[in-house]
């Protein structure tokens, strides 16, 4: 679930915790109610298992992950 999170988000740093919303047609967006399907059901999956948090901030949500074993390659 966590790739799936990383290929339906938008990176938002350089150490791969924090992502992004988008829609299904890769549009960002404010909140995980208007994320792609395949979104919330990664960040779902990924909340019950303590791995990500979505935390709110003037812009909107994104999610935070809270343990990632391998580093992002850019």
Do not use: Y
């Not at 109610?33 to 979505?54: F, M, S, T, Y």
């Not at 949500?61 to 809270?66: D, I, P, Q, R, T």
């Amino acid at each position: 679930m966590m790739e799936l999170l990383q290929s339906h988000a938008v990176r938002c740093d350089e150490f791969g915790r924090l992502w992004g919303l988008v829609d299904a047609n890769g549009v960002e967006v404010a909140t995980l109610a208007e994320a792609d399907p395949a979104v919330i059901e990664a960040v779902g999956w990924l909340q019950e298992r303590e791995l990500c948090e979505v935390i709110k901030d003037p812009h909107g949500e994104a999610v935070v992950l809270l343990e990632v074993d391998e580093p992002m390659v850019s």
